[in-house]
Antibody
Framework: EVQLVESGGGLVQPGGSLRLSCAAS????????MNWVRQAPGKGLEWVSY????????YYADSVNGRFTISRDNAKNSLYLQMNSLRAEDTAVYYC??????????WGQGTLVTVSS | QTVVTQEPSLTVSPGGAVTLTCASS?????????PSWFQQKPGQAPRALVY???NKHSWTPARFSGSLLGGKAALTLSGVQPEDEAEYYC?????????FGGGTKLTVL
C-alpha cells in the first residue's frame, strides 16, 4: 500500500525556518517524481515545488523561489522541503504528492505550517 | 501570471450529469498541458481522479471521465451520486511549473 506521511509542521515566527519531511512507503521512491502542494486555510490548492526521480531537476513556484528548497534521499525513502524566510502568507497545510505523467497521484494527509508572531 | 479558471460552483441532481471545465489564461488547453483532476472533501487530502487529460487511476469510479472540450480541459460526471459532492480542482502543466485552478464546488441536490 502506497503511503506518504508528512511531518515537521508547526508554529514559526515570520522570518524563521522549518524543514518538512515526507516518509514514503509501499513503492520505490527512486523511480518517481515528487511534489509539494500547499493549501492555505479555506483556500484552494497551490503547487509549490517538484523534484525529478534522480533529484537532478527541481522546479519552484514563483511565490517560494529563492526561499524554499526541495530535496530527496531515495535511500531513506524521504522527501524534504526546507523553508526559509517564512512569511505569514506561507501559512498552509503542506502536502507531499507522488508524481505520475506530470500530475500527482498519491497524496499524504498533510502537515500544518503556521507563520505568526 | 498564469491563471487557470474553473466554474466557482455547480449544482447537479442525483443521477444527473455535469461537466466541469478548466481554462488557461495562455490560450487553448491541449493534451500538452497534461490536465489532471482532483477531488477534495472537507477535512480530507485531495484525491486524484484523472491524469493526462483522460486517463483514470485504478480507484477512479467509471462515472468520471476527462476530455478536452472547446479549448478547455473537462471533467464529466455521469450518474452523479450524493458522495460526489466535493470541491474539484484541475491542474495544468506549463513546462517547468504547474498551476491549479481555483476549484469548483459541486453540490448534489
Amino acid at each position: 500500500e502506497v503511503q506518504l506521511v508528512e511531518s515537521g509542521g508547526g508554529l514559526v515566527q515570520p522570518g524563521g525556518s522549518l524543514r518538512l519531511s515526507c516518509a514514503a512507503s509501499g513503492f520505490t521512491l527512486s523511480t518517481y517524481e515528487m511534489n509539494w502542494v500547499r493549501q492555505a486555510p479555506g483556500k484552494g490548492l497551490e503547487w509549490v515545488s517538484y523534484i525529478s526521480s534522480s533529484g537532478n531537476t527541481m522546479y519552484y513556484a514563483d511565490s517560494v523561489n529563492g526561499r524554499f528548497t526541495i530535496s530527496r534521499d531515495n535511500a531513506k525513502n524521504s522527501l524534504y522541503l526546507q523553508m526559509n524566510s517564512l512569511r505569514a502568507e506561507d501559512t498552509a497545510v503542506y502536502y507531499c504528492a507522488r508524481g505520475r505523467a506530470l500530475g500527482p497521484d498519491y497524496w499524504g494527509q498533510g502537515t500544518l505550517v503556521t507563520v505568526s508572531s | 501570471q498564469t491563471v487557470v479558471t474553473q466554474e466557482p460552483s455547480l449544482t447537479v441532481s442525483p443521477g444527473g450529469a455535469v461537466t466541469l471545465t478548466c481554462a488557461s489564461s495562455t490560450g487553448a488547453v491541449t493534451s500538452g498541458f497534461y490536465p489532471s483532476w482532483f477531488q477534495q472533501k472537507p477535512g480530507q487530502a485531495p484525491r486524484a481522479l484523472v491524469y493526462s487529460t483522460s486517463n483514470k487511476h485504478s480507484w477512479t469510479p467509471a462515472r468520471f471521465s476527462g476530455s478536452l472540450l472547446g479549448g478547455k480541459a473537462a471533467l464529466t460526471l455521469s450518474g452523479v451520486q450524493p458522495e460526489d459532492e466535493a470541491e474539484y480542482y484541475c491542474l495544468l502543466y506549463y513546462g517547468g511549473y504547474w498551476v491549479f485552478g481555483g476549484g469548483t464546488k459541486l453540490t448534489v441536490l
